[in-house]
């Protein structure tokens, strides 16, 4: 089980908006940046947001990310077909000195 | 272009070893931090371990620590991981990755090098 806390699955139509949850504690996402990570399948991870909610170049506007207290979510809008992957938050946790990821989300494309 | 090519991956017996590298190229290696994150088949990301940019400091997965040895020669601009007493929880595909600062903030990825612990 992960420490950061995301939904195993969402799904949505092409067009739609959906958003994917990533809780922590005070220590990992209270304390320190979030991260998400998009993979594609059979592909190596890709930096999708850093620092909470910033775009690296490249990355479309329709993804968004966010970050309240203990909490992370990631936006897609506008869902494409190519959107379909596997989604993963990130952040390092102050008291155990390590680095985590959420247990990632699979996201369909219906 | 910034490349990350890992490489040493294979297959071995419960309690063998096996050391990977991570070859970078097209920045300046010794000003990042580098990282180890490791994915099992059909699991998710789980990070293994980093390594400050003067060697000063680095961290680990609490089931690797004693185990495992990260390490890096900037003159080379490689990373390394030496894996004794390999366990079979240990297969995963290891990924190299570039950091900005210890969090888990990785702008670059290697295309990953496959270990399988097996008798």
């Known amino acids: 089980q992960s420490v950061l806390t995301q939904p195993p699955s969402v799904s949505g139509t092409p067009g739609q908006r959906v958003t994917i949850s990533c809780s922590g504690s005070?220590?990992?996402?209270?304390?320190?940046?979030v991260n998400w990570y998009q993979q594609l399948p059979g592909a190596a991870p890709k930096l999708l947001i850093f620092i909470n909610n910033q775009r690296p170049s490249g990355v479309p506007d329709r993804f968004s990310g966010s970050k309240s207290g203990t909490s992370a979510s990631l936006a897609i809008s506008g869902l494409q077909s190519e959107d379909e992957a596997d989604y993963y938050c990130?952040?390092?946790?102050?008291?155990?000195?390590?680095?985590?990821f959420g247990g990632g989300t699979k996201l369909t494309v219906l | 272009e910034v490349q990350l090519v890992e490489s040493g991956g294979g297959v071995v017996q419960p309690g063998g070893s096996l050391r990977l590298s991570c070859a970078a190229s097209?920045?300046?290696?010794?000003?990042?931090?580098m990282s180890w994150v490791r994915q099992a088949p059909g699991k998710g990301l789980e990070w293994v371990a980093n390594l400050k940019q003067d060697l000063s400091e680095k961290y680990y997965l609490d089931s690797v620590k004693g185990r495992f040895t990260i390490s890096r020669d900037n003159a080379k601009k490689s990373l390394y991981l030496q894996m004794n007493s390999l366990r079979a929880e240990d297969t995963a595909v290891y990924y190299c990755?570039?950091?900005?600062?210890?969090?888990?903030?990785?702008?670059?990825w290697g295309q990953g090098t496959q270990v399988t612990v097996s008798s």
């Open positions: 097209g920045f300046t290696f010794s000003d990042y931090w």
């Open positions: 990755a570039r950091g900005l600062d210890y969090s888990n903030y990785f702008d670059a």
């Open positions: 990130a952040a390092w946790d102050d008291r155990m000195k390590v680095g985590l």
């Open positions: 005070k220590s990992n996402i209270g304390s320190n940046i």
